[in-house]
Each structure stands twice: as structure tokens, then as C-alpha cells.
């Protein structure tokens, strides 16, 4: 059986193959009146997905495993990109045809006081694309499939002039990062950002907080993505491996964004005085669970900064992030991989391994899968 009863994708059932997921079938979740089904055509690869798979933010077993309905086995993928090819009847913000992206989130309640805001990624009913249980006990599946279904609040409009492998990365990675330095430096005047941790989130963090108009310093731990980070735009490079580095930086940064994906390396005692007063250090940045943050209190006393978080964005932000990449002429550094059992083990482990410069997107689903 294939669409619209049953979707194909990339899946595993034990996290100690989370770098070797398998071609299955599966059952899609009931179709809701504004649920849009997706016929994907590429899929970035998210560092989220390494803990979803190796299921390192939880000490439960996948939750796939003990729900009573709907698949036993987990595909991840959530930032797709594809053609609309269905649309519950209550559905409006796009139709049968049109190119969109959808990126970790699949649905909110939309009544809620932050979903009533732009704040939805916050809802407290709010169901990632992947790994979580809908009200009726079915677990999400994601993008690394013929198709994926999701609420029409999370398809987002495309526009025309961003290439999908190149806008797919700004679905999930790009608007997370979106979200905390627009909301933490708009109306300031020639804000300065640091970027933490040069990946995938931190790369596009590079170029937005341009784009947004700050001073930018991109801060990895060696000197390895030093050119890099200067083409993306960086106006300064700082390496922690030096002996010293925060020399001189005291009450430098209106935001010092995380994007690391472990909180290893991270010399909070060290970074918190760079802030200026009652400044944020905004940690996007999701480790291991058995991973803390270290710090002393007198640390961001000085400055009475604040440790802050930050979830994914809102369709309004994800809207308006294409419309800067377009406007400021900014994309994601991608490396394609065509999809298939090898390509999606490639993608993952080479990422494991930080072989990535800066991005995946897996493509060719459409070849793949005969849609
Ligand atoms: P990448 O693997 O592409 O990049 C992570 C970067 O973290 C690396 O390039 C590296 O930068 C730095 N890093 C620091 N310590 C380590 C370490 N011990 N091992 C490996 N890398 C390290 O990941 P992504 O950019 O895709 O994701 C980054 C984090 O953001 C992940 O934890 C992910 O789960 C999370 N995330 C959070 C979201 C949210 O809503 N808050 C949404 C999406 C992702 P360098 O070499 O420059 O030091
Ligand atoms: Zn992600």
C-alpha cells in the first residue's frame, strides 16, 4: 500500500541504529480538517535529530514503542521542504500546488494565550514533527519520507527565489536562531551578537544577525572554521583555545547566542561578564540530558545579566526569515546528499563526526520514492 494510506520513509526502532534507519512503510497519523500533507522533495539534516534517534534528551524508551496506535518505529527529518498534495477542509493558509516548508514543530492548540501571539512554538499542547504523541497516542513521523502531515500552521510559504535545498535549513535551524536574536536585539542601535558553536544553527546565525544589522563575533573552539566564519560575514573570530580569550571583551555583547550542542566546552564563568548590563546569553544550544550548565552566581552579578532559552520560532518569524534571506541575498552553506538508506546514514554520521560544512540536505526524494 503507498499514498495516502501509508507513507515510506527512514526509520528505526532501536536507538543503537540510529545511523543506519531502514526504508519502511507506515501508517500516517489521522488526517485532521487542517492538516496538510506534504510530498517532500528535500530534508536538512538537524543535530536534533542525532539525540531524537540515539534518544540522549530522555531517560524513557522511543516513545513510538509504547504507543497504542500507529507506528512502532521512528522517522525523524523537520526541515522539509515540498509540494502540498492534500489539505483538510478547514485548511486555508495554502493549497493543493504550493512549495512549503515545515519545520520541528507539527501542531499547537491555536487557542492559547501564545498561540493567540506568535508565541506557538511555546503552547503547552505544542507536538513536535517527530518523537512526540498526539492526544490520540500516535507519535509524530517526520521528513525523511515520501510524506509527511502536519497543521497548517507549520506549512510555511516559500518564496520563489531561495533554491528548496538551500531554504530547507532555515525551516528549523535558521528560524531557531532567527527567533532569539531578532527578539533580543530589534531597536537596539549597532548591536553586537556573539555566535557560539559554528554548525548549522551557528552558521545561519552568522548571517542573520548580519542581515539584522549587529557586529558579529563567531566564537568555536579552534581556528579551524576561522575563514569560514569571516566569508558568512563574521566581523570578528574568537578561538576559547586560546589561553585568555575574553582579554578585553568585558561588557561587549547585547546577546551571546549558544548554538553549541554540548555544554562541554562552555566557559559560562568566562562568557556571562562579555554582556552588557541586564543582557542575555541565549543558550539554543539541546545536549546530552545528563549535561548541565556550571556557573557561579558572581559570574553575572557584575552585570546582572541573564541565562536564558529559546524554542524554535513562530510561522510569523519563519515568514519573515525567508523574506531577510531573499532581501540580504544570505543562504545556508548546504552540502546535498541524495537520499536512500547509505545517503541518510552518511548525513548522519558524518555529522556525529562535525564532517559537515555547514549544513546537509538530503535530495532527490521524489527519484527515490516514484512521486
Ligand atoms: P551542529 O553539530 O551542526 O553544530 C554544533 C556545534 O557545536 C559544532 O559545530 C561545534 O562548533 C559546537 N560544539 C561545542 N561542543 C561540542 C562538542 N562537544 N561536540 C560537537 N560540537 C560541539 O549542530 P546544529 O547546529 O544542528 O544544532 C546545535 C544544537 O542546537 C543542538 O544541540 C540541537 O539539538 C539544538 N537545536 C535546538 C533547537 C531549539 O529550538 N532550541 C532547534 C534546533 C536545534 P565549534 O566547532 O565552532 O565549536
Ligand atoms: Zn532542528
Wanted: glycine share 10%.
Amino acid at each position: 500500500m503507498t499514498y495516502p494510506e501509508q507513507f515510506q520513509g527512514f526509520a528505526i526502532s532501536d536507538p543503537k541504529d540510529w545511523a543506519t534507519p531502514k526504508l519502511t512503510s507506515f501508517q500516517p497519523k489521522n488526517f485532521g480538517p487542517r492538516d496538510v500533507d506534504i510530498e517532500v522533495e528535500c530534508c536538512g539534516i538537524c543535530a536534533s535529530e542525532l539525540f531524537a534517534l540515539k534518544n540522549d534528551w530522555t531517560h524513557e524508551p522511543l516513545a513510538c514503542l509504547s504507543s497504542k496506535y500507529g507506528p512502532k518505529t521512528q522517522v525523524v527529518g523537520h526541515e522539509v521542504v515540498g509540494k502540498v498534495v492534500a489539505v483538510g477542509p478547514e485548511v486555508s493558509l495554502c493549497k493543493v500546488g504550493d512549495r512549503v516548508g515545515l519545520g520541528a514543530q507539527a501542531s499547537a492548540c491555536m487557542q492559547c494565550s501564545r498561540c493567540q501571539s506568535s508565541n506557538e512554538q511555546y503552547c503547552a499542547q505544542s507536538i513536535g514533527t517527530y518523537c512526540n504523541p498526539y492526544p490520540d497516542g500516535y507519535v509524530s513521523q517526520g521528513g525523511y519520507a515520501s510524506h509527511v502531515r502536519a497543521h497548517e500552521q507549520f506549512c510555511f510559504p516559500i518564496p520563489p527565489e531561495i533554491p528548496s535545498e538551500l531554504v530547507a535549513p532555515l525551516q528549523c535551524g535558521g528560524l531557531t536562531v532567527f527567533s532569539p536574536i531578532k527578539r533580543n536585539i530589534q531597536g537596539k542601535k549597532n548591536p553586537r551578537v556573539a555566535i557560539i558553536g559554528i554548525g548549522g544553527l551557528g552558521h545561519m546565525a552568522i548571517m542573520i544577525s548580519k542581515a539584522l544589522g549587529a557586529e558579529v563575533s563567531a566564537v568555536s573552539r579552534g581556528y579551524s572554521k576561522r575563514d569560514d566564519a569571516l566569508k558568512m560575514g563574521a566581523d570578528h573570530f574568537i578561538a576559547t583555545s586560546e589561553p585568555n580569550w575574553n582579554a578585553g571583551l568585558d561588557d561587549t555583547f547585547d546577546l551571546i547566542l549558544n548554538c553549541a550542542s554540548s555544554t562541554s566546552s562552555l566557559d559560562l564563568n568566562a562568557l556571562l561578564p562579555c554582556l552588557k548590563v541586564n543582557c542575555n546569553f541565549v543558550s539554543v544550544g539541546l545536549p546530552h540530558i545528563d549535561e548541565d550548565f556550571k556557573v557561579k552566581p558572581f559570574s553575572f552579578f557584575h552585570n546582572g545579566c541573564n541565562i536564558g532559552s529559546s524554542k524554535l520560532g513562530s510561522r510569523e518569524e519563519a515568514i519573515e526569515l525567508m523574506q531577510l534571506a531573499v532581501k540580504h541575498n544570505f543562504r545556508p552553506w548546504v552540502e546535498t546528499i541524495k537520499v536512500s538508506e547509505a545517503g541518510v546514514s552518511e548525513g548522519l554520521t558524518r555529522l556525529d563526526k562535525g564532517d559537515v560544512r555547514y549544513r546537509f540536505t538530503l535530495t532527490g526524494f521524489h527519484d527515490f520514492f516514484g512521486t
